[in-house]
Structure formats: C-alpha cells, structure tokens
C-alpha cells in the first residue's frame, strides 16, 4: 500500500545524534517538525483535542527517553509514529473504547461502486463525519488509509483479530458515506435486542 | 482537497490539512525533559527485579529448548572451521554472526510462541503488571519497526534486544501463569 503519511519527514543523521546525545536543543528542532503530524494522528484516533494534545507529550517524552536506543536502521519517523499509535492505543485502552466494538452498526449491503461522496465533500465536512465513528472505528480507518498499516498490524496493536480490524474498515467507510451522503445510504437498523427464550 | 470523482477515502483522508494543538506545549514538555533522561523506562525497570527471578525459571522451560539446534549449529561450525586450513578470518566472522543471529531468532520465535501458546492459559495481567506488559509490548513494536526496514546494519543488536524483551514479557507472563496453574508449576521449577 502506497502511504504518504505527514510523518514521512527525514531528518539529518547529525540532528539525530545530537538528540541521542541528549542535546535538548536538538530534540527541540524534532520535536517541532513532529509536533503536528504526532497531534493530528493522536486527535483522529481519539477525537478528543485535549487528549491528541497529553498524547502528544507522552508521545515525545518517551520519544526522549528512548532515542539512545534508536539504531537507524529504520527512518526516525517510522520509530516516532509507532511511539504515537501506541501511546494513542493506551488511551484507548483506558477509556474502554477497544471493547466498544458493535457500536458501528453493519452496511454490508451498500456496493462497492457507488459513488464516494467523500470526492465531493469539503474537509470540514469529512472530519465532521470522521468524529461522528466510535474511537476504535475512526483508529482503524486512520491507521489503515493514512499510516498504511496492514490489517494484521493493526489487529496486532489492538490486541484483536485482523476480522476484527477488517470489519471496522468496511463499516467505518460504510458508515461514512451514509454520513456524507444520507440519501444514498441504506437505513440504518437498530441491532434486534428481544431476549431468547 | 482533490475533488476527482474517484477519489478513494485514503486519497481523502490524506488530503486533510494537519491539525496544531493549541499553545506552546514545547515549553512545557523541555522542563521535563532533564528529568527524562535521567529515569528511563521507570515503570519498565520497575519489573525487571522480579522479571529477573522469574526469568531464572523461564529460561529452563522456554529457552532451554531454542538453545539445542543452536548448540549444533555452532558445533557444526565450530568443526567445519578447524578442519579448514586458512580460513578467510573474515568468512568466519561472517558466519558466526549469521549464526548468532539465526540463534537469536530461534529464540525469539520459541518466546513467542510460548506467550502465544501458554501465556493465554495464565491470569489477566492487572494493575502495575499489566502497565508494564504493555509497556514491554510497545517497546518490542519500537524494535520491529526497526528491524521492518530494508536495511539491516544492527540486526544482531536489535534481534538481541527483542530477544530481551521477550524475555522480561515472559517472565512477567509466566509469573501469572504460575499462579493459574495452582503451583503445580511453580513446584517443578521452584526459583526458590
């Protein structure tokens, strides 16, 4: 999968090791490029501003702390953004959001080829509907669409299944579109509570 | 954002601006800074005492089993090099790296699929053990990241490490299994 994720930003291996040093200057410079990128993908996944922003610090905190160990073989931000999803994923943990997963009711029904409103939408309105999904739900179109994770790297950063993580994409994208674009939309159905006897 | 009629919702998503997070959080994160460094990974060096112990124990029933074929290997080759005159010293450096590393791996995998295979059967994690767990986890996702890239120049260290790690998850794990199993296990291989 193609992914142009806002974190792809290399950095001079210099500044790296002036930061592996402990040169706070240069972490500061690190830390400044990353900021947005850690904030937004901390926001999408929460959907919370005050909490995208605690994400962020914890984010680089540990980011500080653990740069020493930081070998290079992988490019910094891939290193940077794992820390990002994780310390996300903690809080989704904490709020219970990752066991709230039937919220999102089923639109298997919907084809394939209709047409994607989100092509139409501006982006206040995709981000309206983007908050509208549970956590989870939003987490799982995030982590897929945008950071180009696979569904067994996601299942396995949930502690799920990868049906799991593929059952959130299509009724997260389903659930989008009949948000953006009601009147194509099947009608939503209630999940039938009645006991059995 | 690109308005094409096929715009798929990644394409969408991606084209969405970056948000900021609202004053400067730059200062407030430096002032902590100091202090970062001088304790790393406080609550993952909270449980390396009793990692430690438990490790003792682990390493007879996990590790044990990863070290025979490895044991051969290095025999094997160990042979294979004093029965050859003038040996390229470099050749041979090159393969007991291959092979340490081949170990590491074997090691890792028996590790994991210990925590898969047994780990399921022992008590949830709670509290400061589940903290740490999950912080172990976190740090083994940091390594594969690494070593996920094409190009690999501290794939030794970085197998060594995850090796650790899994190690410190195990012994965490396997301290809950101890106690799920009644101590019928934790009778056969006392640390005590």
């Given at each position: 999968?193609?992914?142009?994720?806002?974190?792809?930003?290399d950095?001079?291996?210099?500044?790296?090791?002036?930061?592996?040093?402990?040169d706070?200057?240069?972490?500061?410079?690190?830390?400044?490029?990353?900021?947005?990128?850690?904030?937004?993908?901390?926001?999408?996944?929460?959907g919370?501003?005050?909490?995208?922003?605690?994400?962020?610090?914890?984010?680089?905190?540990?980011?500080?702390?653990?740069?020493?160990?930081?070998?290079?073989?992988?490019?910094?931000?891939?290193?940077?953004?794992?820390?990002a999803?994780?310390?996300?994923?903690?809080?989704?943990?904490?709020?219970?959001?990752?066991?709230?997963?039937?919220?999102?009711?089923?639109?298997?029904?919907?084809?394939?080829?209709?047409?994607?409103?989100?092509?139409?939408a501006?982006?206040?309105?995709?981000?309206?509907?983007?908050?509208?999904?549970?956590?989870?739900?939003?987490?799982v179109?995030?982590?897929?669409?945008?950071?180009?994770?696979?569904?067994?790297?996601?299942?396995?950063?949930?502690?799920?299944?990868?049906s799991f993580?593929?059952?959130?994409?299509?009724?997260?994208t389903?659930?989008?579109?009949?948000?953006?674009?009601?009147?194509?939309?099947?009608?939503?159905?209630?999940?039938?509570?009645l006991?059995?006897? | 954002?690109p308005?094409a009629?096929?715009?798929?919702?990644?394409?969408?998503?991606?084209?969405?601006?970056?948000?900021?997070?609202?004053?400067?959080?730059?200062?407030?994160?430096?002032?902590?800074?100091?202090?970062?460094?001088?304790?790393?990974?406080?609550?993952?060096?909270?449980?390396?005492?009793?990692?430690l112990?438990?490790a003792?124990?682990?390493?007879?029933?996990?590790?044990?089993?990863?070290?025979a074929?490895?044991?051969?290997?290095?025999?094997?080759?160990?042979?294979?090099?004093?029965?050859?005159?003038?040996?390229?010293a470099?050749?041979?450096?090159?393969?007991?790296?291959?092979?340490?590393?081949a170990?590491?791996?074997?090691?890792?995998?028996?590790?994991?699929?210990?925590?898969?295979d047994?780990?399921?059967?022992?008590?949830?994690?709670?509290g400061?053990?589940?903290?740490?767990?999950?912080?172990?986890?976190?740090?083994?996702?940091?390594?594969?990241?690494?070593?996920?890239?094409?190009?690999?120049?501290?794939?030794?260290?970085?197998?060594?490490?995850?090796?650790?790690l899994?190690?410190?998850l195990?012994?965490?794990?396997?301290?809950?299994?101890?106690?799920?199993?009644?101590?019928?296990?934790?009778?056969?291989?006392?640390i005590?």
């Amino acid at each position: 999968m193609v992914s142009a994720t806002s974190f792809q930003i290399d950095l001079p291996a210099q500044l790296i090791e002036r930061a592996q040093r402990g040169d706070v200057a240069a972490f500061e410079q690190i830390y400044r490029r990353f900021e947005r990128p850690v904030f937004t993908l901390a926001l999408r996944m929460l959907g919370e501003p005050e909490a995208a922003r605690d994400t962020l610090h914890d984010t680089m905190l540990k980011a500080f702390e653990r740069i020493a160990q930081f070998r290079g073989d992988a490019p910094l931000w891939a290193w940077l953004r794992q820390i990002a999803t994780n310390e996300a994923l903690m809080r989704l943990r904490r709020g219970d959001h990752l066991n709230a997963s039937r919220d999102v009711p089923d639109f298997d029904t919907l084809a394939d080829d209709a047409p994607a409103p989100w092509a139409h939408a501006d982006a206040r309105a995709l981000e309206a509907a983007l908050a509208q999904l549970p956590a989870v739900t939003r987490s799982v179109l995030w982590l897929y669409h945008v950071e180009g994770q696979t569904h067994p790297e996601i299942a396995l950063a949930m502690g799920k299944t990868t049906s799991f993580s593929k059952s959130q994409l299509a009724r997260g994208t389903a659930r989008l579109r009949a948000i953006l674009d009601p009147e194509t939309a099947e009608p939503e159905v209630e999940p039938c509570l009645l006991p059995t006897t | 954002m690109p308005a094409a009629d096929n715009l798929s919702l990644g394409e969408a998503l991606r084209a969405l601006p970056l948000a900021a997070p609202p004053g400067d959080n730059w200062a407030v994160l430096a002032e902590r800074l100091p202090r970062a460094r001088a304790t790393p990974s406080r609550r993952h060096r909270l449980v390396l005492p009793a990692a430690l112990a438990a490790a003792c124990a682990v390493a007879f029933v996990v590790v044990q089993r990863t070290h025979a074929p490895a044991d051969t290997a290095t025999v094997a080759h160990v042979a294979a090099s004093s029965s050859t005159n003038g040996t390229d010293a470099q050749t041979v450096s090159s393969e007991a790296e291959s092979t340490r590393l081949a170990q590491l791996q074997q090691r890792s995998a028996a590790l994991e699929r210990w925590l898969r295979d047994t780990g399921r059967n022992a008590a949830p994690l709670q509290g400061q053990d589940l903290a740490a767990a999950t912080e172990i986890e976190n740090l083994i996702g940091l390594v594969d990241v690494e070593l996920a890239a094409p190009r690999q120049t501290q794939a030794q260290a970085l197998w060594q490490r995850r090796v650790g790690l899994l190690e410190d998850l195990t012994a965490l794990r396997y301290s809950n299994y101890r106690l799920a199993a009644g101590g019928e296990v934790a009778a056969a291989y006392s640390i005590d």
